[in-house]
Nanobody, 120 residues
């Protein structure tokens, strides 16, 4: 099993910044990809940003230029630096990680979610 623990959510004013962090632990053989998703009330969960072990990144169009994803492969952590926040960024943010366990089975793990609220 893989456990993901998130931190860093909160309340911020429009234009402000927040940094989300997520750490993975468990019987991890590989951590092929890590990322952040978000879900606003009444909306589907959507990809915000993702990063591979090699450092390749992918961003939702709505956050490009404002958010930066990074990871520390040695520590199995992923961060999301969010700047120029807007009210429409308000959502529960979920950490995601996928790869293989020590026994060779694939996993796709989710964190418990952290609330980000941007006030206007």
């Amino acid at each position: 099993q893989v456990q993901l623990v998130e931190s860093g959510g909160g309340l911020v004013q429009t234009g402000g910044s927040l940094r989300l962090s997520c750490g993975a632990s468990g019987s991890i053989f590989s951590l092929d990809g890590m990322g952040w998703y978000r879900q606003a009330p009444g909306k589907q969960r959507e990809l915000v940003a993702s990063i591979t072990t090699g450092g390749s990144t992918n961003y939702a169009g709505s956050v490009k230029g404002r958010f930066t994803i990074s990871r520390d492969n040695a520590k199995n952590t992923v961060n999301l630096q969010m700047s120029s926040l807007r009210p429409e960024d308000t959502a529960v943010y979920y950490c995601n990680a996928y790869g293989k366990l020590g026994a060779g089975y694939a996993y796709d793990a989710w964190g418990q979610g952290t609330q980000v609220t941007v006030s206007s």
